[in-house]
């Protein structure tokens, strides 16, 4: 048992506890890791929270009227609860102290809880041994985002193939490139003469669940970046205060170049934002798949169907279209997710033959964003 | 099969849809109950949807730019998939035909949807027989939201007693009372001198599913009113173009004047936002019960407590306060619905011994609203 003592803002507390936050598991199994780790030091307050794969922490660095530390300490309380208890308040200063072993105090106005809470011997902690081999990299926050955002959908939800729960991130030299895939859909960003990391090539595989936590933690201001720390076994992003750390992904990722047609029948331009208002609109039908076809010189054709319930279709003017006419059918979920992470106004599909994968690109100067969707082999368009 | 065919905007089949939707049953075990029925007549369109308790029809009549009829007919199609469809097509005018047999034809724009649907033979439908005995009551929609709202929370959700799944309504001269109970907490509001309606004294049970649905479908205009039609085991509320029919209860509804006590050891008031705001922040911690204590003068506690995780307790300054200091115990979920029930900016609270319920009034010339809450028998309160 050691003796805390602090006040905080309500308001700060809240902020980093919904960051660590994202590392509970709804269902953890171990009580120690539905509960969120509490030290008071000099320095600040930290917060950390852990499961199986990933550890987040968060530090509050002391600050006249909003983090003062009276007494050091450290507890791990059940997570749930604390953070329930922290939204309800009212705002302004709470004090959180440790009078009695394992119960923390929380005290605002006139409101006081007393939380049961567990010994933070069991606790895991990030260890910031340096590897000699861990790589460093610091990488702007947007640029950080940007790479990520638009591919991170596209790994697979299935343990089969554990890799391809990852994205595949690749730094040679100035140049970046993400990959995911689950075998019928692949995401890929390639950026290239960023800036020089001045480390050797790496290849590693990064959970999806990690870089989806991530996303929505760490924070868009221009002037913010992160350092990247890139182990044997772990991957760590440090951001202002908040530090995640998550285990890499083991295996080999697949070679994904020959998935890509470099040679096409068609190729089509069309508006994102249209295309994706009719197949959410169609996809409610989509029971087995969506078939998008080119008959007609300047219309683009998209047909669904679900069996016993009824069938829906509809036409989009095309901007631009190049070669022969041609009809697929693909996973409309899988096709509103692609088009969902594009940006740009208008996009690109790419038609290179029934058994190869649809390609489709943002059409913009300075993306470098592709994905593949592979066809489905129905009646209508296989 | 029918050759329906009309042109209907967007917004108004919408809204139609919504209100007839609250009648489909998530898990219908009917085919024909998960369907809405569509009958297009000179008049206009009526929507019907209907479960085992209760049936809802919404009237849309011919209106040069929103409901146009070319040709009446009728079909059923799947309530879920036909709503879908319409909550995504782009605002506008929807052209709805039958072309063949059982095949809705839905086109807006370049859209086009083609949706199963079912023989209308079956589907259930409200039968305007008007009974002799048959009681009719019209009421501004401001008082029957008014009277219902109040109470409808306090309904028992166990099937064990069906008459508790509902709310009485007892009508008397020009006299209202409506009462809802669980046997644990207990709501009544009584509205006196309302207008003669000119009917004998009713008594009857509407099912508090009933009431919560229509509560959230009739408009709160201030010029709206409602036809009521009370028969012998079927009750009607007509507003505009929306009518919706219930099954009553059958039983007897429990005999509650003498639940509620006369007589009172302590009385205080207290600001209903700043107790709500405490009770909705220690029930965090009210696993088993919520203790409410006046030991001193002027100050409420209340406290909280769930085994094994932690405790909260928290003072509130009364406004007034008359009679012996006393603890009681009870539900803080129970207590919790009751003051947001309460719309008054104090409340009172009356105690009148450990073995009778609390009453809780809001302060409020106008209003006669009356909570009632048992107490629980714990080691702190009971």
Do not use: W
Request: charged share 20%.
């Amino acid at each position: 048992m050691r003796s805390l003592l602090i006040h905080v803002s309500k308001d700060s507390l809240s902020t980093a506890l919904q960051a660590a936050l994202k590392a509970i598991s709804a269902n953890s199994s171990s009580r120690v890791l539905s509960g969120i780790h509490i030290q008071a030091q000099a320095e600040g307050l930290t917060l950390t929270a852990s499961n199986i794969r990933m550890t987040i922490e968060y530090k509050l660095p002391v600050k006249m009227d909003s983090m003062i530390v009276h007494k050091p300490g450290e507890i791990v309380v059940p997570a749930c609860y604390f953070y329930e208890i922290i939204r309800k308040l009212d705002p302004g200063l709470i004090r959180l102290e440790i009078a009695e072993t394992l119960i923390l105090n929380i005290q605002s106005g006139y409101t006081q809880f007393r939380l049961c809470g567990m010994d933070t011997a069991e606790f895991p902690r990030i260890h910031y041994v340096d590897h000699p081999n861990t790589k460093k990299i610091r990488m702007k926050n947007t640029l950080l985002k940007q790479i990520f955002k638009h591919v991170v959908f596209a790994v697979s939800s299935l343990e089969t193939r554990p890799v391809l729960t990852g994205v595949s991130l690749q730094i040679d030299n100035q140049n970046i490139r993400v990959v995911a895939t689950d075998g019928i859909r692949l995401a890929q960003q390639v950026v290239e003469n960023v800036e020089d990391y001045g480390v050797s090539p790496l290849n590693v595989i990064i959970p999806g669940s990690t870089l989806e936590d991530l996303l929505k933690i760490i924070n868009d201001d221009e002037g913010s970046s992160t350092q990247i720390e890139i182990g044997q076994k772990q991957i760590r992003f440090i951001s202002d205060g908040l530090r995640v750390q998550s285990a890499l992904l083991e295996g080999t990722y697949p070679y994904v170049d020959n998935l890509i047609p470099q040679v096409y029948i068609s190729e089509v331009i069309v508006k994102t934002e249209r295309l994706l208002r009719v197949v959410e609109r169609i996809a409610i039908l989509a029971g087995e798949s969506v078939t998008l076809g080119v008959y007609h010189s300047g219309i683009l054709h998209l047909i669904s169907r679900t069996a016993d319930v009824g069938e829906a279709k509809e036409e989009i003017p095309l901007e631009y279209l190049e070669g022969e006419y041609f009809r697929v059918a693909f996973n409309g979920k899988y096709f509103r997710d692609i088009l969902r992470a594009i940006d740009s106004d208008t996009l690109r599909i790419r038609f290179a033959g029934k058994e190869r994968p649809l390609v489709i690109q943002p059409v913009d100067m300075t993306s470098s964003t592709l994905f593949l969707i592979t066809p489905m082999r129905t009646q209508d368009g296989g």
